[in-house]
């Protein structure tokens, strides 16, 4: 199954943090063929001041969708990721943004993401790697869903590259 995540740290060393995710995804058996830069992104819906580092990435897993999640979920935990309020300082989130074709709700896991698309900190990352991907639902593609987005929160590329 090939797809997107996006990843976000605010704690500690945040491009060390995804740095270290990405390894710990490939040590679990996530193929991680492409990676966005970083970049230093204004925080959104929260009162925490701490600006994030954000990245995006394709993934081929083979496995189902709630499978890939548990894996994510996995690397979150053992990177020290805990589970208190909505939006709260994260040491590391890894949210699967897109499956192929697949849609999907249950009561742990939506795909597509529910809001990547109105998240400029997802879509800038997105479009640097997969600018002509096409939302499953909303049928646009990550440059027109960029190119629309109402989200003005600051996202600034960084020099070092998400390597």
Known sequence: MD???????????PVAE?????SELVARGVEVPLRSSLYQTEPVETLNPEWFVNAAAAVHFDGNPTQLFEVCRSVEAAQGRERGEPN????????ILMLEDVVLSTPALIVPHPRFHQRRFVLEPMVEIAPDAVHPVLETTMRDLLEDCRDVSEVVRLEDAFA
């Open 3 to 13: 797809g997107y995540i996006g990843l976000g740290s605010n704690v500690g060393d």
């Open 18 to 22: 995804l740095r270290r995710a990405i």
């Open 88 to 95: 709260a300082p994260r040491t590391l989130d890894i949210d």
